[in-house]
């Protein structure tokens, strides 16, 4: 297996553009996916693949990947953008999407 | 209204079993691949195991690998989760997630494991 590493914190003020990263060997094969998790909630996809969003995601969340880096980026954060974000791949034998990254705390001032 | 719902979560003593059920409706469960994610507290999400639609592929955390059992149900709609020999460190709010191939694209509210004397 591998992993996926986060920075554990950012802070966007509002309006503002913050790009999450995410880093590992697995990305150079697979693409990430995108989670925000909110104090108390489940985790709700907000990006994923290539270039997905799911029905009712705000299209200010976009997501990128270049080599072995991918990113989560929110263009004109809102007071709500504030959540955890994961990453999420599958694992280097490629059986299963069981890879999660440590997670970056997303604050909005 | 497509969703999942766990139960079964609650306070069991160190080397106790528990099982823990996800009820999936609005959707055709029996075509879906399904998994099992778990979040101690304060911490990140960590992926427990995986079941292929028909049950017949199964992985699992090499932390619960021996100890934990998936399962499902089509018939009744149902992903199982059926934990033995239970630690401290597995104590943790458990997730049932519908796997798109892609992504785990729908999410239960999650149940909550306790494991404590």
């Known amino acids: 297996s591998s992993e996926l590493t986060q920075d554990p914190a950012v802070s966007v003020a509002l309006g503002q553009t913050v790009r999450i990263t995410c880093q590992g060997d697995s990305l150079r094969i697979y693409y990430a996916n995108w989670y925000q998790q909110k104090p108390g909630q489940a985790p709700v996809l907000v990006f994923y693949?290539?270039?997905n969003r799911p029905s009712g995601i705000p299209d200010r969340f976009s997501g990128s990947s270049s080599r072995n880096t991918a990113s989560l980026t929110i263009a004109g954060a809102q007071a709500e953008d504030e959540a955890d974000y994961y990453c999420n791949s599958r694992d280097s034998s490629g059986d299963h999407l069981g890879l999660f990254g440590t997670g970056t705390k997303v604050t909005v001032l | 209204e497509v969703q999942l719902v766990e139960s079964g979560g609650g306070l069991v003593q160190p080397g106790g079993s528990l099982r823990v059920s996800c009820a999936a409706s609005g959707f055709i469960f029996s075509i879906y691949e399904m998994n099992w994610v778990r979040q101690a507290p304060g911490k990140g999400l960590e992926w427990v195991s995986y079941i292929s639609s028909s049950g017949d592929t199964i992985h699992y955390a090499d932390s619960v690998k021996g100890r934990f059992t998936i399962s499902r149900d089509n018939a009744k709609n149902s992903l199982y989760l059926h934990m033995n020999s239970l630690r401290a460190e597995d104590t943790a709010v458990y997730y049932c997630?519908?796997?798109?191939?892609?992504?785990?694209?729908?999410w239960g509210q999650g149940t909550i494991v306790t494991v404590s004397s």
């Open positions: 693949g290539k270039n």
């Open positions: 997630a519908r796997d798109s191939r892609e992504s785990f694209d729908l």
